[in-house]
């Protein structure tokens, strides 16, 4: 049987909520963010969304600026909610193109949604991005990685929850049955994981904002990926990294066929 998940060492840096724009927003942080990612040679970066504050087309043009310091050939960038203000998703596709993408590595798939909607700050992906993931995933033994801004758990430490996408109890059916292995997000400035399933939830702070709850602070992820295991670690800009989650890689995963299921009330 083929092996499942990646043959080597992948590296992730996930950024999320830079916020380029808001009052809050520190150039420091996301300077030195940049700077320790260019050091620590990742494979990719992913940035989950909330780049600019108000979606404007100046704020798009800095953001971008900040981001081509980056060091890597492999960066995915999906919008959130406060990008989609304004009709700020015309300057994310004249800029970063497609908001929904896919990135291919030896035994690994990782899928990009934009989950932001129109200046509203709830989160949905609906059903042809469902399609569109689906379509993605073309090696059944590939580590699957689905990236969106909004959450698709509650989290604790964020106030009172609103912020899943409104159809989450979907997704996160869609995303048992196609084996998916992990999920990361941004949103709401709080770093958190939850396994859920047989796969974990991995949330990314704000890397450069102060907009933060309780004694949160700017924080970025790195995720590394092994033949073995995978690891979420947490990274605070001049500061320590500090191990949130490790799990092991495998196919061993249930059920991925949810027909029949007893649960599986809608067809
Ligand atoms: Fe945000
Ligand atoms: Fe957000």
């Given amino acids: 049987m083929e092996k499942y998940g990646p043959r080597e060492n992948i590296k992730i840096a996930h950024i999320s909520d830079i916020h380029v724009g808001s009052n809050h927003f520190v150039s420091n942080l996301l300077n030195r963010a940049v700077f320790e990612i260019n050091e620590m040679e990742p494979d990719v ?13 100046q704020q798009y043009s ?14 995915s960038v999906i ?10 998703y015309v300057h994310f596709e004249d800029i970063f193109g497609s908001r929904n993408s896919a990135l291919y590595l030896p035994g690994i798939t990782m899928v990009a949604l934009d989950s932001s ?7 949905r992906l609906g059903r042809q991005n469902y399609r569109w993931m689906v379509d993605r995933f073309v090696n059944p033994n590939d580590f699957k990685i689905v990236a969106l801004h909004h959450h698709l758990l509650p ?13 989450a109890g979907d997704f996160l059916e869609l995303l048992v049955g196609q084996g998916v292995d992990l999920v990361l997000s941004g949103h709401k400035h709080v770093p958190h994981t939850w396994r859920f399933e047989d796969f974990f939830i991995s949330n990314a702070g704000t890397v450069s904002s102060l907009r ?3 004694y949160a602070k700017p924080c970025y992820n790195i995720v590394e990926i092994t033949p073995d295991t995978c690891s979420v670690k947490r990274k605070y800009p001049f500061g320590e990294t500090v191990d949130v989650v490790t799990f092991p890689v495998n196919r061993e995963k249930h059920p991925h066929n949810l027909e029949g299921h007893p649960d599986r009330l809608v067809k």
């Fill in 45 to 57: 970066v992913l940035v989950s969304g909330d780049l600019t504050n108000e979606g404007f087309r």
């Fill in 62 to 75: 800095a953001a971008s600026a900040y981001l081509e310091n980056i060091d890597c050939e492999r960066i």
């Fill in 79 to 88: 919008p959130g909610n406060h990008d989609s203000r304004n009709v700020g």
């Fill in 117 to 123: 909607q129109p200046d509203l700050n709830e989160g």
């Fill in 155 to 167: 989290l604790p430490g964020t106030g009172r929850e609103r912020n899943i996408i409104e159809d």
């Fill in 212 to 214: 933060v709850r309780g």
